[in-house]
């Protein structure tokens, strides 16, 4: 989860207002991948990231404000760059979003994503960029090939594979499985496309 | 989420002791289902379920404790009975995944665990046995014809699926998507086998 946009919302404002605010939302993202929901109260953030409970709270009234902010600051993460090969393609965006996992906390990221907006609607239009950058490209590599019911099993099938390992089983997926599950939707166009 | 399991640990109990167990535990579920990780406070629940926080306290000393008795009574929820045609036993299965988290809040209590357990080691162990319950008859439905990678990314992928699509997109998957995401991976056997 590597800042790739920056501030998303809200009027201009100076360099010292938005400094105050991107060093709050990267300790917002700090903490919720190293503590996760708990640690998110406006008191301990404004600990962590050195500034008044004050500052906190006159630009994020609440939680889900700061927490809308937060998720778009960091974006969907890294994509890799397609090559031609599709089937190199699709294994080394499945790998990128593993690494964005192991580096970046990507993977505590959307679950705690997942588990709040399933309770606070608010802030499913901000899951929903998130989820359309993130699958821009593995969306793009289908696309010419799949559609319909298909093209959407798959996209939904590979990142799922890499998420379900990570939320579900504890731990990301090896080379081999991401290869596996490249091969089984690819077997459909008649065998790995190269 | 229905209760298939009953108690799971602990030292044999009176009968009112155990209905006091139950009950809590079914508030817990309720609240977890309906309200997320901010409902699930000791005084909320004592509320909710009728009994004092003493009672709670005297049970279940911490949320970590309460948690993992509250997903080990709920278990993973109901599974399909294969009729031996692989395709149909296969979206049966996930159909009633889907049935689960629609009916009795399975998506939810999934985006929770996952969101917990991600900074909460100590319920591992308790994830661990309802993904293992949870991806039995997936799992045995398709160890006949399918090893190694192959098969744990067939896995994956198919509850990956479905997964993805309630917990990041919003949504539960479509019938045809479901039937999409099959025969994907049915391909490699040769086409759909029936």
Not at 18 to 35: E, P
Not at 43 to 58: C, I, K, M
């Given at each position: 989860?590597?800042?790739?946009?920056?501030?998303a919302?809200?009027?201009?404002?100076?360099?010292?207002?938005?400094?105050?605010?991107?060093?709050?939302?990267?300790?917002?993202?700090?903490?919720?991948?190293?503590?996760?929901?708990?640690?998110?109260?406006?008191?301990?953030?404004?600990?962590?990231?050195?500034?008044?409970?004050?500052?906190?709270?006159?630009?994020?009234?609440?939680?889900?404000?700061?927490?809308?902010d937060?998720?778009?600051?960091a974006?969907?993460?890294?994509?890799?760059t397609?090559?031609?090969?599709?089937?190199?393609?699709?294994?080394?965006?499945?790998?990128?979003?593993?690494?964005?996992?192991?580096?970046?906390?990507?993977?505590?990221?959307?679950?705690?994503?997942?588990?709040?907006?399933?309770?606070?609607?608010?802030?499913?239009?901000?899951?929903?960029?998130?989820v359309?950058d993130?699958?821009?490209?593995?969306?793009?590599?289908?696309?010419?090939?799949?559609?319909?019911?298909?093209?959407?099993?798959?996209?939904?099938?590979?990142?799922?594979?890499?998420?379900?390992?990570?939320?579900?089983?504890?731990?990301?997926?090896?080379?081999s499985?991401?290869?596996?599950?490249?091969?089984?939707?690819?077997?459909?166009?008649?065998?790995?496309?190269?």
């Amino acid at each position: 989860m590597a800042p790739i946009r920056g501030e998303a919302t809200g009027p201009p404002v100076d360099a010292r207002v938005a400094r105050t605010r991107q060093d709050i939302l990267r300790a917002t993202l700090d903490v919720l991948t190293s503590q996760g929901l708990d640690g998110l109260t406006h008191p301990h953030l404004a600990e962590v990231a050195g500034y008044s409970r004050a500052t906190l709270y006159n630009h994020w009234p609440n939680r889900t404000a700061l927490l809308r902010d937060a998720y778009t600051y960091a974006g969907a993460g890294k994509h890799s760059t397609p090559t031609g090969d599709l089937r190199s393609d699709l294994i080394a965006e499945l790998t990128m979003f593993r690494t964005e996992m192991e580096r970046h906390g990507l993977d505590r990221a959307l679950a705690v994503l997942a588990a709040v907006t399933a309770f606070t609607p608010e802030l499913a239009e901000v899951r929903d960029q998130l989820v359309t950058d993130g699958e821009q490209v593995m969306r793009g590599l289908l696309a010419p090939v799949l559609d319909g019911p298909e093209l959407d099993a798959a996209v939904l099938m590979l990142t799922g594979a890499v998420l379900n390992s990570a939320l579900l089983h504890g731990q990301l997926p090896s080379d081999s499985v991401i290869a596996a599950a490249v091969d089984l939707v690819l077997c459909t166009l008649g065998g790995p496309a190269s």
